[in-house]
């Protein structure tokens, strides 16, 4: 039977970190701000919006939603961009993606100033990422690693196998993974034996987007099985990419879904607005 990794637990852990080190930045008369932009109405970008506006009242940080309506321009996008670029009270721009289809999402990713850049999808970012040194983590990754140093699981030497290779997750992963002197395999959809690849797995990241994908015979017995998709199952359910009941058994770590890797995205990216919140204003510790 696995040991279960709570995202939940985890996650309030760091959000309380957050909101200690914000109250104390306010002392030094500097509030942490995030700006989120949404263009148009898709339901699951608005569920996702509001968590974040909630997450940073919880942790004491100032937030400002641009809801803007599906039909913005290009150009009406980029110039909000430059306006909170450009806006000392604001250290985080996050712009919730998807964007609707006649929007370039490339040109606003690179719009975005990169000390504003709390998803660290701006190429800068992406670069120090690549050579380990940088400011900003991928929030999704950053909260995976989170989940790995909380239950004390060592990295270095280890067979990891992340399967999905998406430049928000699966890249990111591999590379922090790597950071942390794993020996890391990055897998995908021309992948070929993946069950055999996967089986060697000590370390097994999933993040396909596909209900219930790794099943019990892609898992080492004693593996560490860090699932982050979210997907709904033929029922409606919410469920991960790993076949929970099936893997569960075989695995010495698992992070559940709902509840596992999840709660942590959101956690990331509070830590991430606070340090830009620092670095803008010149703070290094308080
Ligand atoms: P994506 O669609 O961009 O990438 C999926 C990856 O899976 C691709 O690289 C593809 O090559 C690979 N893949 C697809 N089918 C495969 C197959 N049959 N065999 C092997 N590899 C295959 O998705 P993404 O944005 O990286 O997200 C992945 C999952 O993680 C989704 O379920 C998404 O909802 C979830 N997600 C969760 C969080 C979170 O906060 N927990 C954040 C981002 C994404």
Redesign the pocket.
């Known amino acids: 039977m696995a040991s279960v990794i709570s995202g939940k637990e985890v996650s309030a852990k760091v959000r309380a970190e957050v909101r200690e080190e914000c109250e104390r930045l306010k002392e030094k008369g500097v509030t942490p701000g995030l700006a989120v932009i949404i263009v148009g109405d898709d339901p699951a970008s608005r569920v996702y919006v509001n968590n974040k506006k909630k997450a940073c009242a919880e942790v004491g940080f100032a937030s400002e939603e641009y809801a803007l309506p599906a039909e913005t321009t290009q150009q009406e996008l980029l110039a909000l961009i430059d306006t909170l670029n450009k806006k000392p009270e604001i250290n985080g721009i996050l712009c919730q993606l998807p964007l609707p289809k006649h929007l370039d999402e490339t040109a606003v990713i690179h719009a975005i100033s990169p000390e504003k850049d709390v998803d660290a999808f701006h190429p800068s970012n992406v670069g120090k990422i690549m050579i380990g040194d940088y400011d900003f983590l991928p929030c999704?990754p950053a909260g995976v690693m989170e989940l790995i140093h909380f239950a004390g699981i060592e990295v270095s030497g280890k067979n990891c196998v992340v399967?999905?290779?998406?430049n928000?997750?699966?890249k990111p992963m591999a590379m922090l993974l790597l950071h942390e002197n794993g020996t890391v395999t990055i897998?995908?959809?021309k992948?070929k034996d993946?069950k055999e690849i996967c089986a060697g797995a000590d370390i097994l990241v999933a993040?396909?987007?596909?209900p219930k994908f790794v099943k019990a015979d892609m898992v080492k017995e004693g593996a560490v099985v860090l699932d982050?998709?979210?997907?709904r199952d033929e029922n409606g359910k919410l469920c991960g990419?790993v076949d929970y009941e099936q893997v569960e058994p075989k695995a010495s770590f698992i992070t559940p879904v709902p509840g596992g890797?999840?709660p942590m995205?959101i956690a990331m990216l509070m830590k991430n607005t606070l340090k830009a919140a620092k670095l803008q204003n010149h703070i290094e510790s308080v």
């Open positions: 999704t399967i999905g290779r998406s928000i997750v699966g897998c995908h959809s992948t993946l993040a396909v987007g596909r982050v998709g979210i997907n990419d890797v999840g995205t």
